[in-house]
């Protein structure tokens, strides 16, 4: 994954980064896949999707599966491209930061 370093304030906030995270490792994502993956109570993820969403980084899907509403929420090309731009400014902060110390440094 590599992508021009742009850091979104937007994705980067907890939440929303894991979410965009498990959304770029799939197609389409089930919303209550989502909520029990993440842990999030069905409002929090609803708004979460909705910042998305308005961002125009996350596109909602809803129907049904016999009676019952279904949810679904895919990451947007905009999205994926925010989301590779956004990983590619953290590695970028790492590396600048010298942060490639062995694991029993970090512990002095």
Do not use: C, N
């Not at 742009?6 to 907890?14: G, K, M, S, V």
């Not at 909602?60 to 999205?79: C, D, E, M």
């Amino acid at each position: 994954m590599s992508g021009t370093p742009r850091f979104d304030e937007l994705i980067h906030a907890p939440t929303r980064l894991s979410l965009v995270s498990l959304l770029a490792a799939t197609e389409w994502a089930d919303f209550r896949f989502l909520r029990d993956t993440l842990g999030l109570s069905d409002s929090a993820l609803s708004k979460q999707l909705t910042t998305l969403e308005e961002a125009g980084y996350v596109e909602i899907r809803k129907g049904f599966v016999g009676k019952r509403a279904r949810t679904s929420a895919q990451l947007t090309p905009q999205g994926q491209r925010a989301f590779t731009d956004h990983v590619a400014a953290l590695q970028k902060i790492v590396a600048q930061a010298g942060l490639a110390v062995l694991p029993d440094q970090l512990t002095h």
